[in-house]
Structure formats: structure tokens, C-alpha cells
């Protein structure tokens, strides 16, 4: 009996163990501070970067479906270590009735966005779980080795008059690299 609650005991250990392995080369989270008054607030990004796809998840404060919340990101995805800045960036609104699009960028400003890419890719938004779920096929991307990406969100006040950003981290800053 005392053997097999031993065993028992070891292999649960072990499960454990294995459910808490440290973020692999293939995934990674960055948390962001509660630090704009404004339902779009970006709290955290996640990127996965999988053998198909790489998959960015951000969360927010409270995001919401009406217009009038003005919410819309960018993910800037750097993908050559050569080259510092972003080679691609996915753009798009965050509430209802709104687009988006996988863009060629050559750096942050909106002058460097140039051409729509071909290729797979999607965004979702989930209002209960205040996520916004962008996943873009490696191909797309030229198959990078490693992905690193930079995270600017916006809103405006319900009445127009001014827009409020927040960036993941500093401005223009990118997270890691996450190899594949």
C-alpha cells in the first residue's frame, strides 16, 4: 500500500511539474501595468510561435463592442534580427463593424505602412474575456526562425475629443524573441 501511494505521489509530482516547465522558446507573456483610463488598456500579450502559425493574445481592461470606444491596436511582428524595426504589422479595430489588415511596415509611423500581405491570417475579438486573438501563418510572414513583436493599442473619449495610446512597455519597444 505505502508503495503505491508513493508512486501515486511521484507521478502526480511529476504531472505538476511538467504543467509548470518554464516558457519555452516558443511562447512568451509580458504583462503591462493598469496605466490608461480607457477600456482598451492593454494588460498583457502573449506569443506563440508554432510550426504554422504565430499567435498573438492580448488582454485588456474592458473592451467594448460600440464605436464610440474608438479602440484599435497594432502588433508590429519583427522577424529579421539583422534589420532592427518591424517588418510587418497587423492593424485593426476593436469593436464591431470594423477591419483589419496584415500590412509590410518599415518602422512605427504610419508613412512606413506599405503594402497589404497575401496570406493566411485572423483576428478576433472576445468582449467577456477582454481579448483580442491575432493568429498569421508563418508562411505569410516568410517563415521566420524568430518573431518579436511590439504592441501600441488606442481609444478615444466617447465625445471624440482626444485620443488616448498605451504601448506595451515603452513606446516602440519590442518583447523577446520567440524562436519557433
Excluded at 38 to 53: A, F, I, T
Excluded at 83 to 111: H, I, N
Excluded at 135 to 147: H, K, T
Amino acid at each position: 500500500m505505502r508503495t503505491t501511494i508513493l508512486s501515486a505521489a511521484t507521478l502526480t509530482v511529476a504531472a505538476l511539474a511538467l504543467t509548470q516547465l518554464p516558457a519555452s522558446a516558443d511562447g512568451i507573456g509580458v504583462s503591462d501595468p493598469q496605466d490608461l483610463g480607457h477600456g482598451v488598456d492593454l494588460r498583457s500579450v502573449e506569443v506563440r510561435h508554432g510550426g504554422k502559425n504565430v499567435v498573438v493574445t492580448t488582454t485588456h481592461t474592458d473592451l467594448v463592442e460600440s464605436f464610440r470606444s474608438g479602440s484599435s491596436g497594432s502588433v508590429f511582428i519583427d522577424t529579421d534580427p539583422s534589420d532592427p524595426g518591424p517588418e510587418f504589422v497587423l492593424q485593426g479595430g476593436y469593436f464591431v463593424g470594423t477591419d483589419y489588415a496584415l500590412l509590410t511596415t518599415d518602422g512605427f509611423a504610419s508613412s512606413a505602412v506599405g503594402e497589404p500581405v497575401e496570406g493566411s491570417y485572423r483576428m478576433t475579438v472576445d468582449y467577456e474575456r477582454d481579448q483580442v486573438r491575432m493568429r498569421i501563418s508563418r508562411a505569410a510572414l516568410g517563415n521566420p526562425d524568430e518573431v518579436r513583436v511590439a504592441v501600441r493599442v488606442a481609444g478615444s473619449r466617447p465625445d471624440g475629443s482626444s485620443t488616448r495610446r498605451d504601448w506595451l512597455g515603452a513606446p516602440r519597444s519590442f518583447t523577446d524573441w520567440v524562436a519557433q
